[in-house]
Nanobody
Framework: VQLVESGGGLVQPGGSLTLSCAAS????????MNWYRQAPEKEREFVAG????????NYADSVRGRFTVSRDNDKNMFYLQMNNLRADDSALYFC???????????WGRGTQVTVSS
């Protein structure tokens, strides 16, 4: 099983980034997918998620209206489009695959997003 995030980087406040998560080694189309983030000295927090079919998604209040998740089940890819980025969006962003309420759960190693002028 592999989840590999990419697309992070340094961006100015108000800018945009798109994160990608490439999945392999499990039946991607049967798994819900989520983005989490963790800033230094803070707990890992949920950012956004999408069910396996892609027909429903949910967002943390802090990102709703600015971030959009999407997935391509043919390419085993999961995305996070981030707009109007703020300094407090700076964190290590992880994707997670969820096989259901009791798992299995798989995590990537993260991609760093830094929002700074």
């Amino acid at each position: 099983v592999q989840l590999v995030e990419s697309g992070g980087g340094l961006v100015q406040p108000g800018g945009s980034l798109t994160l990608s998560c490439a999945a392999s080694g499990f039946p991607f189309k049967d798994f819900g997918m989520n983005w989490y983030r963790q800033a230094p000295e803070k707990e890992r927090e949920f950012v956004a998620g999408m069910i396996s079919s892609g027909r429903w998604s949910n967002y943390a209040d802090s990102v709703r209206g600015r971030f959009t998740v999407s997935r391509d089940n043919d390419k085993n890819m999961f995305y996070l489009q981030m707009n109007n980025l703020r300094a407090d969006d700076s964190a290590l962003y992880f994707c997670r695959a969820s096989g259901g309420p009791t798992g299995p759960y798989y995590w990537g190693r993260g991609t760093q997003v830094t929002v700074s002028s």
